[in-house]
């Protein structure tokens, strides 16, 4: 800053703050601005930065190639572990959680008749109300898609195993042999 100007320490951090933030724009083109002008030349000098993209990649493997676990698997045990968690733990307390808030809000309220404050609990509680309701049927739905995959892989399964013993030379000339 000039030797003929007082620039509040706040200001001066601010905009230590904002160089920072904006990737070092020009400290010179701010001294004396107010915190708004600051901002708006770092945002400004920021955007003249040249832009590059990098495309991030899970493994240094051939292009294209996922990275991640070569084994890909499917835990019937652990989706079935989760579904009984929701239906005998999440649920249930969520189910709790809504009742004791609507318990207390319905104690409030009444505390609050004839008041702003009245009218403004109920807004809550119904807001409260639909989002445990939208959280709840996530839970069903969630549960459901777990008990689903798992029917869905073993259905999969028998159905590739099936293909597969049909295109086997083995299974074709077990079945020629029975005929």
Same mark, same amino acid.
């Given at each position: ?88 733990? #999440?649920?249930? &307390? ?17 505390? #609050? ?16 109300? &639909? ?19 798992? &029917?869905? #892989? ?24 029975? &005929?």
């Amino acid at each position: 800053m000039s030797s003929g100007t007082h620039v509040p320490a706040q200001e001066v951090a601010y905009v230590v703050d904002v160089v920072v933030l904006h990737g070092g724009a020009n400290v010179k083109a701010m001294r004396g601005m107010g915190s708004f002008e600051a901002e708006w030349a770092a945002s400004k000098a920021a955007t003249q930065q040249p832009v590059g993209m990098r495309l991030n990649r899970a493994d240094d493997g051939p292009v294209g190639g996922g990275g991640g676990d070569q084994d890909l698997s499917s835990d019937a045990g652990r989706k079935k572990t989760a579904a009984n968690d929701i239906e005998t733990d #999440f649920e249930p &307390n969520t189910k709790k959680a809504g009742a004791w808030a609507k318990e207390a809000t319905d104690t409030s309220m009444k505390a #609050f008749d004839g008041w702003a404050t009245a009218a403004g609990l109920k807004k809550a509680e119904e807001t409260w109300g &639909n989002q445990a309701k939208a959280l709840m049927g996530r839970l069903a739905g969630e549960k459901s898609a777990l008990r689903g995959t798992n &029917n869905l #892989f073993i259905k999969n399964d028998q159905g590739i195993g099936d293909e597969l013993a049909r295109q086997s030379k083995l299974y074709q000339l077990s079945q020629h042999s029975h &005929n």
